[in-house]
């Protein structure tokens, strides 16, 4: 009973010691986790984008067998796509600012498309190729893949940002050097609403 006192106030200065450092690595090693998840749907995200640009590919030859088809149409969709494809962002190190040129360069190439998309309705041969048709119905499925990536990974940044802003959390994120993840957003003026001209 003796030597239970003595060390009695090792024992409790011990316990919390252990209770500390696993209240810390259990942040650090949450934020771990939340971050491969970021990663994995990041990956997801460029996948469903990277479908878009080789369908775009696809899209651009076939249309190119249209002998009089506009070629500044097509010259933008080309040079919207290979702008997009030169932006790229490490998921780990993601700022606001990587994140919107991203996005910023993925809705140049939606706009150059949706052009190329309206001007192909002058182009009756082009509006029966079942290549086109094919391709147009893929490309429209594989923007509902995107959205759905581009909305996961928004799901997987938001407990990631919650674990390390929170109190007594935010206090340690910024010891580990944790960094508060940013969401997609839409593009600017996508809260406008689209003239359509006949």
Known sequence: M?????F????IVAVIILGMYSWASGIYNNAVRYEQDIKESWGNVQTSYQRRNDLIGNLV???KGAADFEKSTLTAVIEARAKA???TIDPKNVTPEQLAAFNSAQSGVSSSLSKLLVSVEQYPVLKANEN???L???LASTENQILTARTRFNESVKPYNNNINTFPRNILAGFYGLKEKPYFEAAVGADKPVEVKF
């Open 8 to 11: 009695l106030p090792w024992i």
């Open 132 to 134: 086109f048709l094919k």
């Open 2 to 6: 003796e030597t239970l006192k003595k």
């Open 85 to 87: 494809t030169g932006v």
């Open 61 to 63: 030859n076939t249309v």
């Open 136 to 138: 147009q119905d893929e």
